[in-house]
């Protein structure tokens, strides 16, 4: 069973602080997933990514893969309140896309 | 278009009894997932079908059963339930072959307490 690690597990912070979550696995992923589930909720995707070292922004969120495609990590600038979630990562090991291996999840909480 | 749907939302069962989660999707998606979700755990793989006609163990299958009905539904059975499998159940889709590779559309959850 493949293992994909979060960090930090809980982050609480005020609105308009930075803050960077981290994925990390021992084996190589085709593709890796951030997810965000806000509670009573399905896990809803933020965005994939493919290619070592690339980079995807999403507004305030900024997405980095890996050089060697073991590691993820999600850059949120000068967060808000409507932040605030869980987040997932969830990587490829097959290949073919056919199933996700999730991480721990990082639990986000934005204040006032 | 209510991409995925399970029933029940909420059940509350005696251990040893048995019941079947529903799953509904109607985006044409050709596989299926069936996850449990425990604090601190993620989410964690019970079964999962890639297409019509076939289903596959996943990290935790134990206790569980599931049926790929057809290409629209996907049902999870708990033969004889456990204080263990109390958790939140997810459905997920997905248009396997297609981009972005491997996104699934999650459904609410159904929270299953087993007492």
């Known amino acids: 069973t493949q293992l994909l690690e979060q960090s930090p597990q809980f982050l609480s912070i005020q609105e308009g602080e930075n803050l960077t979550v981290y994925c990390n696995s021992s084996s190589v992923f085709s593709s890796l997933q951030w997810y965000r589930q806000e509670p009573g909720e399905g896990p809803v995707l933020l965005v994939t990514v493919v290619t070592g070292g690339e980079v995807k922004k999403l507004k305030r969120l900024t997405f980095q893969f890996g050089d060697a495609r073991k590691d993820s990590s999600l850059h949120i600038t000068a967060a808000q309140p409507g932040d605030t979630g869980l987040y997932l990562c969830a990587g490829d090991y097959t290949g073919t896309a056919s199933k996700l291996t999730f991480g721990t999840g990082t639990r986000l909480q934005v204040t006032l | 278009n209510a991409g995925v749907t399970q029933t029940p939302k909420f059940q509350v069962l005696k251990t040893g009894q048995s019941m079947t989660l529903q799953c509904a999707q109607d985006?044409?998606?050709?596989?299926m997932y069936w996850y449990r979700q425990d604090p601190g755990m993620g989410l964690r793989l019970i079964y999962y079908?890639?297409?019509?006609?076939?289903?596959d163990k996943g990290e935790v299958p134990n206790g569980y059963n599931v049926s790929r009905l057809n290409k629209r539904e996907f049902s999870l059975r708990l033969e004889s339930a456990a204080p263990s499998q109390t958790s939140v159940y997810f459905c997920?889709?997905?248009?396997?072959?297609?981009?972005?590779?491997?996104?699934?559309?999650f459904g609410p959850g159904t929270r299953l307490t087993v007492t």
């Open positions: 997920a889709s997905s248009p396997l072959g297609q981009v972005p590779l491997g996104w699934q559309y």
């Open positions: 079908s890639a297409s019509e006609g076939t289903t």
């Open positions: 985006m044409n998606h050709n596989s």
